[in-house]
């Protein structure tokens, strides 16, 4: 493994948990350059999600941030279609391409959210949360990450309540559609680990992701990283569709 891989999973895991997400789809993409199992590199992907938003869900449940009454719609039927999701065998160029053009307009998303003004707040119904909730916990599913990518922009950009509550959602619906898909791949007999590779990722990312959470969770104004972490995302997702949609490397 390169020496340097562990250092950059733990600058990773910070800009991500520093909006409430745990950085899986950035780590799918570097894994891909140094592994060529497809396996492994989701099932090492969701165990370092699943590492980083535990720790933030931790934060987020400590400073009283999480509101299971608002939540709970969008995660009763996340759960299961992720890990349904989670068992769908794709070749490694559709998953690929499926992620990729999944970042890119998730990445978008987070520029406006964060480069726009703030907006009221605006409600959503039942229907509308649980139809929500269990379409990005498919895409979570297939794609091997969390979700909370694509619902934290969505939700930002429509107005559904604060910022820092839609972070505190995202992390609990990453943390839960994470073990889905775990639990998925277990299933399918598809989770494929080498200890001696995940063992200092996880060291890495469990300082990055602690880090990051406590600023999500203080005062510090955070905006300048959450453009970052949306020019990480677009460009990661850019490069994925890139690479395997036309054989172009950036």
């Known amino acids: 493994m390169e020496v ?6 733990l600058f990773i895991a910070f800009f991500y948990s520093s909006v409430g997400f745990g950085g899986g789809s950035s780590y799918l993409a570097i894994l891909s350059i140094f592994l060529t199992g497809f396996y ?49 065998k794709l070749s490694e160029s559709i998953f690929f391409l499926i992620l ?16 726009r003004k703030k907006v009221s707040e605006k409600q959503l ?23 909370g990518i694509f619902l934290s922009p969505t939700l ?3 107005g559904w309540k604060t910022p820092k509550t839609v972070a505190a959602l995202a992390s609990i619906f990453i943390l839960v ?50 453009i970052l972490t949306a020019i990480l995302v677009t460009y990661v997702g850019l490069r994925l569709a890139l690479l395997h949609g036309f054989g172009i490397q950036i």
């Not at 939540?71 to 009763?76: D, E, L, M």
């Not at 990729?100 to 978008?108: I, V, Y």
């Not at 119904?125 to 979700?147: D, F, K, M, Q, Y």
């Open 156 to 158: 930002n950009l429509i």
């Open 100 to 115: 990729g053009g999944a970042l890119l307009t998730s990445g978008g998303f987070m520029l406006l959210q964060a480069l």
């Open 4 to 9: 340097w891989l562990p250092i950059l999973f």
């Open 177 to 226: 559609n994470s073990a889905a898909g775990l639990t998925g791949l277990l299933v399918s007999q598809s989770f494929i680990v080498n200890k001696q590779l995940i063992i200092p990722l996880i060291a890495a990312v469990v300082i990055g992701g602690s880090i990051g959470s406590y600023l999500t969770n203080s005062k510090f104004n955070i905006n300048t990283i959450r």
């Open 40 to 88: 492994e590199i989701r099932s090492i992907a969701l165990v370092l999600n699943l590492v980083v938003v535990s720790i933030g869900t931790f934060n987020f449940i400590r400073n009283k941030q999480i509101d299971l009454k608002a939540f709970w719609p969008f995660i009763v039927l996340s759960m299961p279609v992720a890990f349904l999701g989670a068992q769908i």
């Open 125 to 147: 119904n039942l229907i509308s949360r649980l139809g929500l909730g269990s379409g990005i916990g498919l895409l979570s599913g297939i794609t091997g990450i969390g979700g």
